[in-house]
């Protein structure tokens, strides 16, 4: 057995509650609660802002909506903050908030009695910069090809210093995907470990879809996930404009409203918030097919798409753009060149219809989230 430290990328243990545990960071920490060979678990939120934690604090308990951590003299929650808002951009300024991150962190698993912890970091600066000298072996969880997330950019440098040091360190890395990690390039043990599903989630029962999603006109054709420029507006109105007694639903959080405004004046493309776990499962189980028409970019070429694994999971065949994370992932997904026809794509997949159930319990099987954490444990608390 072994003892555990484990620090979010930017979110806390209240944020992956909140968010249903669909991330592989939110899985592993839930997961390495009741993992064996795990002795004592140290599990750290993002360092955040004395007045930020503060302000979200009193709001979950106004809402009734707080995910409180399940401790015990074995398993702690670390919650640290600072004065700043957030990370400094400069190589200096970082340095100096990872070293102190790290002191944090070594106390708190010092207090737990920790002598040479195994570290897995889904944080891409401390990854790099902190020193963790206290600890044993450390594993950089890279949910994402960071150098590719636009809304970092300002990080960009940081990043390319992290991974250089990373490197140099021997640390190892366990990514999403082929291109995050070889972005990374790193130098001691790797593994590329895509996301998952849970297979309870996808039994059936549970919560229904939304009310609004009832009387939608058929086929329908789903996509779930951020609504921002991965999206090829121009294929989405295409299959629009072919399938025009059907609906394209598009469901999830509007970050780039501009991008999607053309979509808007499309009569059968409704465009939808963010859903609970529950209904987002329901709705997709409902679907005719699952979309994912992304453009070709460094972040699409990176990513892991987890609606991917969420449609097969549901056995909704997939149309997809053709980007290298999506091959070989299951017969069911049809890949679609760059500026090629999605409309003849979605027509075969209504026609082969959905998965059938033996091909999809061994889909579940094959791409659980409890077999992935066990291939990211390999690489972590090995010798």
Not at 101 to 119: F, I, K, N, Q, T
Not at 177 to 198: E, Y
Not at 215 to 221: E, I, K, N, Q
Not at 353 to 370: D, I, K, M, V, Y
Request: aromatic letters at 8%; one cysteine or more; a neutral charge.
């Amino acid at each position: 057995m072994a003892d555990v430290v484990f620090t979010f990328s930017y979110v806390s243990w209240e944020a992956a509650a909140a968010r249903g545990w669909f991330s592989p960071e939110d899985r592993l920490a839930s997961a390495l609660l009741s993992e064996p060979r795990v002795a004592r678990l140290l599990v750290s939120d993002l360092m955040r802002s004395l007045p930020a934690k503060l302000l979200r604090d009193a709001l979950a308990r106004v809402r009734g909506d707080a995910h409180p951590f399940p401790g015990d003299d074995r398993h702690r929650l670390l919650r640290p903050v600072r004065l700043r808002r957030e990370y400094p951009t400069s190589i200096e300024g970082v340095q100096r908030a990872c070293a102190r991150y790290d002191r944090l962190l070594e106390r708190a698993a010092g207090r737990m009695g920790m002598r040479s912890p195994a570290v897995i970091t889904a944080n891409p600066l401390m990854a790099g910069f902190a020193a963790f000298a206290w600890a044993g072996p450390v594993t950089f969880l890279a949910i994402d090809d960071w150098l590719a997330y636009p809304p970092h950019r300002r990080w960009w440098p940081a990043y390319e210093e992290s991974f250089a040091r990373l490197r140099a360190g021997g640390r190892r890395v366990a990514a999403v995907s082929p291109a995050a990690l070889a972005r990374i390039d790193p130098s001691g043990p790797a593994a590329v470990i895509p996301n998952g599903v849970d297979p309870q989630e996808w039994a059936g029962g549970g919560a229904g879809a939304p009310p609004w999603a009832d009387g939608l006109a058929r086929p329908l054709l789903l996509y779930v996930g951020s609504l921002d420029r991965r999206i090829d507006v121009e294929a989405v109105a295409a299959l629009a404009r072919e399938f025009s007694e059907g609906t394209v639903l598009l469901v999830g959080p509007l970050l780039d409203p501009g991008h999607l405004a053309p979509l808007r004046a499309i009569a059968n493309v409704q465009i939808r918030e963010p859903l609970g776990r529950g209904p987002v499962t329901a709705l997709i189980r409902s679907a005719d097919v699952g979309l994912i028409p992304h453009v070709s970019s460094p972040l699409t070429r990176a990513m892991s798409p987890l609606k991917l694994y969420e449609y097969l999971a549901a056995g909704l065949p997939v149309v997809a753009s053709d980007l290298p994370p999506l091959h070989g992932v299951a017969p069911d997904v049809r890949l679609v060149e760059p500026g090629g026809d999605h409309a003849a794509a979605v027509h075969d997949a209504l026609a082969a219809g959905p998965a059938q159930e033996p091909a999809r319990q061994a889909f579940l099987a094959e791409n659980s989230w409890s077999r992935r954490i066990e291939q990211l444990l390999e690489v972590a608390l090995s010798a």
